[in-house]
């Protein structure tokens, strides 16, 4: 697969490039929500639910703004309007506002707080059979999974994707991608797959593991994560690259547009061969994936569907 030059992105690399999304284009809202946040890590906390409360008038679909709101109400001693705000915003997204409130360093200063409690116990209230242990290790397993990958873009463009540097870090990435698919596979076959149900934001352990493994494990477990992201235990965008991976595998065009190639002689970045690529908009936008052309924007081309089906047709036609 690597002498296609092919750039497999990790989930949590893909999670990192999707850029800033609202849940209107409204610019008011935009506009509120924006001086809500500035205002929380300034610690103008009055300032910030007014903000809010702007913005709210307008929409409150997003779980990360609610939970902001929840903050600024709780450091302005508004516990009942917190109270509020945290039971909608766990509403919108149980293991989301748990999620967020562990990573995002505007939370930090609530770290051993009654905030944090209340975070518990909601989390535990949506999550009755969270498995603390198994949590703990599949966020091990994740960290293995990630241990060289998360170098590999800076070394291929450095030294090259055929470079000893980057063979060294496969080398030792293989290492621990067989060991993970040992532990994964057998954790599934013993209990299905572990989602968020089970383990909260660790629910994306197991997909990781099985999108990095050999295609006869791929398309063995597809079913298997197929039924959990129809039942909410993982995210349908995430499945999604495990698919157009066993597409390419098998020489078909990728129906999601999540693989992109580098030509070796000119650099260039371009999509993998996309079965629909006039529609692929649309057929992203079905498992929660943004705009195709925001996600070539990472590597500074631009999607052309009628270039993208001439440049197959003709290598197609150099065969």
Known sequence: MRSFLTLFLSLTLFSSLIAQSYSTNDPAYIEAVQAGEAALKGESYDECLEYYRTAFKIKQTSFLSTL????????AKQTKLRDQYLDHA???SPDGSTEVFRDYDEFRYLDGTAFADLIEERFMAAFPNYDAELAEKLAEVGE???????????VSEKYGWESPQMDSLWTLQNYSDSVNTVYITQLIDKMGYPGKSVVGDEASTAFMVIQHADLEVQEKYLPVLREAADAGE??????????????MRNERPQIYGSQVRRDPDTGEHYFAEIKD????DKVRAEVGLGPIQQY???????????????RFQEEEGKE
């Open 68 to 75: 902001r709101a929840a903050a600024c109400a709780h450091s």
């Open 90 to 92: 766990f509403e919108l």
């Open 144 to 154: 293995t999974d990630q241990a060289q990958r998360r170098h590999m873009r800076e």
């Open 234 to 247: 993982m995210r349908w965008s995430s499945l999604a690259l495990l698919i157009d991976r066993i597409e």
């Open 277 to 280: 690529p006039h529609n692929i």
């Open 296 to 310: 070539a924007d990472n590597w500074d081309f631009t999607f052309d569907p009628d270039k993208h089906i001439a």
